[in-house]
């Protein structure tokens, strides 16, 4: 039996519902029956601007470690659930977790499917801290709260995002493209601070009495990326 086999056995007993379209399972084959596994060599990402980034393999080799090793607890690891159920609505992370006991749901939209991966792991590091387990998955983290916690788990699925869209080739999302970009180009805390003012209101009167005319800066980058408003500023997307 291969790995894949194996992983996906678990998934059924668990009774877990998560995305068809693993991250992984794939390159988890391939390995298992070659026995070497090989990271694809990554591409070059670009959104409708002409905007790119590009990743360093050495970077996505660590990444892949921690990546590969979360997404097989997430499917066998019988003491939690993390659910995937299709939306027909554009949501970032935070919009489309809601937790309940030892059970994390996530909305995943139906024309991304393959973003099901990475809010999957948003839905889990969230699950793991309410089960006061993020030692497990994030031990950096462990300790934090509010702000401080939230960006230490949206850089992380930044990175995920990165390695899933640069080594896999996963199609694009909006909402976590602009949350790849905007980290990868230094304006993570402006990211979040402008898109969830009145969740995180005093840490965003800190950064923009820290960091004068920054929200200009960001508000200007990210229209030239994207070519809309960033999100907290533009109206939200309908269905």
Known sequence: MSLKSSLFGAMERSRRRISGTLLITGALATAACAG???????????????????????????????????????????????????????????????????????????????????????????????????????????????????????????????????????APYGPLDELLFANENGYLDAFILTARPEEFEEERDTWLQENPGRDEEYRRWFQGAFEVEPPGIREPERS
């Open 36 to 170: 070497a596994y090989s990271l694809p060599a990554p591409r070059p990402l670009v959104v409708r601007s002409g905007a790119r980034l590009f990743a360093d393999e050495g970077r996505l080799a660590e990444i892949d470690v921690w990546v590969r090793e979360q997404q097989e607890t997430i499917i066998v690891d019988p003491s939690f659930w993390i659910i995937e159920n299709r939306s027909s609505v554009v949501m970032y992370p935070w919009q489309a977790l809601t937790i309940s006991g030892d059970t994390a749901v996530v909305l995943v939209y139906a024309s991304a499917p393959e973003s099901g991966s990475i809010l999957s792991f948003y839905g889990h590091y969230h699950l793991m801290d309410t089960m006061d387990r993020l030692d497990e998955v994030l031990p950096e983290a462990v300790g934090t709260e509010g702000y401080e916690l939230e960006r230490a788990i949206l850089a992380r699925i930044s990175d995920a995002w990165l390695y899933g869209r640069s080594a896999f080739d996963m």
